[in-house]
């Protein structure tokens, strides 16, 4: 055979996360390497490639095509075709396509890569210092991209011209920057600006300097990163700490902290071998990890918490500045209380003047508002607790092929979800629907994330609850002419944990949180369900209860306590509980009476995390909270520190079957509970012997589950399990059972899910 007669030419088109991660300077190489002719161009949907050249070089091209791709890139699909050989004199990068209607993946923004750390470092590196510096490898890319296919012109770095030298770069395949599109260097790239809180410039030679030795003084300064301003003060001071958390209007919900690099980290927290990866990620989350007692951080970071949650710098800013600095950093999302975090300059300075004293500023405009992610390690497996900055938005793969669907999501910590094919793109954190500013920032990234994915949807999904503004979205969407579908909030936590999980066959769930709006119009929240996407049945759940007050005793969880009290045991049972007596205004007591009495301002509900409230409460260990979940927190903190095993026998729930639904009642509990506090019994103990008895449970009801219905795989959803001794026990005990057990594998398990599980749901609804 002549060697002309071998020579063929190959269609490739790849799909999957393979623009802005340096995939097309790969294939250009490995034409190179393999001796190849042809070109390689960006598409709306991916890249495309033709090579041509002998049929062992080409064979060998495909195979080194998936082997050797570049570590950010992901591969869904590569499909081939032959053409007729073009002659091509030599491989080239083409121009992107642009395809009308097509979709394609984006890539979350990646923390600053080991080679620019390097060059940022050195003194004699035109980079050095220079707080913008990134690559194909690293940098920002969500948080800039105003539209796809990825180029400089569909960026906020559009209005920088490069410079030669880094225009040279560019365009040199070879080089680590090629084609990076936002490349910069100190002549042509942002720089920064230090201001005052009237927005004043501060002269000085370096801002990030100046920043430092204003921080050393106890000032407040925002900073602007990635996605939006953090705030930034001294970890180690507490009047400092004290300060941010008066002006933020945030009594005592944790801080998170910036530490230079794992040595730091260690000296602060205990941090597994697990842990560190994940903290030095190219995603470069803050990741939850054991608080050392002989930390310098201040214990007004993360109050009665025994739990830090900590970050590597993940932008060279952060490296420069946490260099400079010399100790932990606060930094915290740019936001009074639950709002959305500050992204543009002139907003950070109206919404931010009466928290931070001055703002160090760039001129790289965000596009795309984006919180830092939050994740923890329990029992070797990483779980996500919010889900933005370096996750959102890669896509979660579907098991089936969706219609184009919006899902609106839950009220509070919200995402939505946009389904294409057979992927799932949640949205990054949006956050607590409460405010106009959370709400706008919602309605903007839906918008931005049916640009970027061309997906239009045809159908909308919400929740049953009538007054979350997620769910009025979807109403005014369906007086355009869309379809709309309603999904109960439980059935939707355990849809989204099979999904993430690739599961289609029916499971056992059980949904444990704080309220979800239940099919039957009352509260659930502590349920056991057997579903599959399509439709579920509920099997088990807690007692119902009334809720003396509604919203005003998820506030006061001594009033959820008292409302149980009462029902259960009478006015009477009050007499063995001091700490909650101690906690009733006047007349308090008889106008909570009333309402469990009338039901009237009493919603019933089932709701676990109530439940972790009113032992809480009970406990003496909170009555009033700051932040959700801080009850349920506390309560778990103290069972940390009884440490040891912890006695049950007394506490127990009580299992009745009435209608085929398992009913678990709480009086033999709580009963327990108050004798053992009126005894004097450290709330430690109580806390221990309550998370035990809600471990044992759940494995017991799982298993006559199973029994009763022949399934043996049970999915575990529900901001509950964030607690991570319950989760060690119920994982523990239900492997123990001989069930299979699945756990949230992308998302978060509390609300942020939600989305997910209802387009799920509702594209398999009929
Ligand atoms: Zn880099
Ligand atoms: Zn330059
Ligand atoms: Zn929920």
């Known amino acids: 055979m002549s060697p002309d007669s071998d020579t063929t030419c190959l269609g490739v088109r790849v799909r999957g996360i393979v623009q802005g991660v340096g995939f097309r300077p790969f294939v250009y190489r490995l034409a190179a390497d393999t001796g190849l002719s042809g070109w390689v161009r960006n598409t709306s949907d991916g890249v495309q490639i033709e090579v041509e050249g002998p049929r062992r070089s080409t064979g060998l091209f495909l195979r080194k095509l998936r082997e050797a791709a570049p570590p950010l890139s992901h591969i869904d699909e590569v499909t081939t075709e032959e053409c007729p050989p073009r002659g091509f004199a030599r491989f080239e990068i083409r121009e992107s396509l642009f395809e009308e209607g097509k979709s394609q993946l984006v890539s979350p923004d990646i923390a600053t890569c080991p080679a620019c750390l390097e060059e940022l470092l050195d003194a004699t590196d035109r980079r050095h210092q220079y707080p913008f510096t990134n690559c194909t490898n690293c940098g920002p890319r969500f948080t800039i991209i105003t539209d796809m296919p990825y180029d400089r012109s569909k960026t906020t770095m559009r209005s920088f011209a490069m410079c030669p030298e880094c225009q040279a770069e560019y365009d040199d395949p070879l080089d680590r920057r090629f084609h990076a599109q936002p490349n910069a260097c100190p002549v042509c790239g942002p720089s920064l600006s230090l201001l005052d809180a009237h927005g004043a410039t501060v002269e000085c030679a370096d801002p990030l300097a100046q920043t430092s030795t204003l921080l050393k003084k106890g000032a407040i300064v925002a ?66 990890a054991r608080w050392k007692d002989s930390s310098s951080i201040c214990h007004e970071v993360a109050p009665s918490l025994l739990y830090l949650g900590l970050m590597l710098p993940y932008t060279p800013l952060h490296h420069v500045l946490l260099r400079h ?36 500023m760039h001129n790289r405009p965000i596009h795309s508002r984006y919180d830092d992610s939050v994740a923890m390690v329990v029992d070797g497996t990483v779980q996500m607790l919010r889900r933005a900055r370096g996750y959102a938005p890669n896509p979660v793969a579907l098991p089936f092929e969706a219609p184009r669907i919006l899902a609106t999501g839950a009220q509070t910590k919200n995402t939505f979800c946009l389904t294409r094919g057979h992927h799932a793109f949640v949205s990054q954190h949006i956050g607590d629907l409460d405010s106009v500013e959370t709400l706008d920032h919602f309605e903007a990234t839906i918008l931005l994330y049916t640009k970027l994915f061309r997906a239009e949807p045809e159908l909308v999904a919400h929740d049953l609850h009538p007054d979350y503004l997620s769910t009025r979205y979807a109403q005014d969407m369906s007086q355009r002419g869309l379809r709309t579908c309603a999904v109960q909030h439980h059935h939707a936590h355990i849809a989204a944990c099979m999904v993430e999980n690739g599961v289609t066959e029916p499971v056992i769930g059980v949904a444990f949180d704080g309220a979800g709006l239940g099919a039957d119009g009352h509260i659930w929240g502590g349920e056991f369900l057997v579903c599959d996407f399509a439709a579920f ?124 639904t398992y009913v678990l009642g709480v009086a033999p509990l709580l009963s327990a509970v108050l004798d053992d506090i009126h005894a004097g019994q450290p709330a430690s103990l109580v806390a221990a012997a309550f998370h035990e ?43 123990e059972a001989g069930l299979n057990v699945l756990l949230h594998t992308t998302l978060p398990s509390n609300d942020g899910c939600v989305s997910l599980g209802q387009a799920v749901v509702a594209a398999h609804a009929t």
């Open 325 to 360: 600095c010399e100790m932990p950093l606060v930094m915290t999302s740019g936001n009074l209380s639950e709002e959305p975090i500050a992204a543009g300059n002139e907003e950070a300075l109206r919404r931010l003047a009466d928290i931070a004293d001055y703002f160090l």
């Open 693 to 735: 008895a809600v471990a044992q449970m759940t494995a017991d009801m799982c298993s006559r589950i199973a029994a009763d219905s022949g399934i043996r795989t049970v999915a575990l959803s529900g901001g509950i399990f964030q607690n991570r001794l319950l989760l060690h026990r119920v994982r523990a005990l239900l492997g």
């Open 537 to 660: 049945r509920r099997v088990g759940r807690i007692e119902y209860l009334p809720l003396a007050g509604g919203d005003a005793a998820t506030l006061r969880p001594y009033r959820t306590a008292v409302g149980y009290i009462m029902t259960l045991f009478g006015n009477g049972g009050l007499d063995r509980s001091p700490f909650l007596l101690g906690q009733l205004a006047e007349g308090e007591g008889d106008i909570i009476a009333r309402q469990v009495g009338s039901g009237l301002n009493a919603p019933l509900c089932s709701s676990m995390g109530r439940l972790f409230d009113a032992v809480a409460a009970i406990a003496g260990l909170r009555h009033r909270i700051a932040y959700e979940g801080q009850a349920a927190v506390e309560l778990e903190m103290a069972a940390h520190r009884h440490g040891g095993p912890a006695p049950t026998g007394r506490y127990a729930f009580q299992v009745d079957k009435t209608d085929g």
């Open 223 to 288: 900073i602007k990163g990635l996605g939006g301003f953090l705030l930034a003060c001294d970890a180690t001071s507490p009047q400092a700490v004290r300060l941010l958390r008066e002006r933020k209007q945030r009594p005592a919900k944790p801080f998170a902290i910036m530490v230079p690099d794992l040595e730091v980290a260690a000296q602060h927290c205990d941090v597994s071998e697990q842990e560190s990866s994940l903290l030095a990620s190219p995603a470069a989350p803050i990741v939850l």
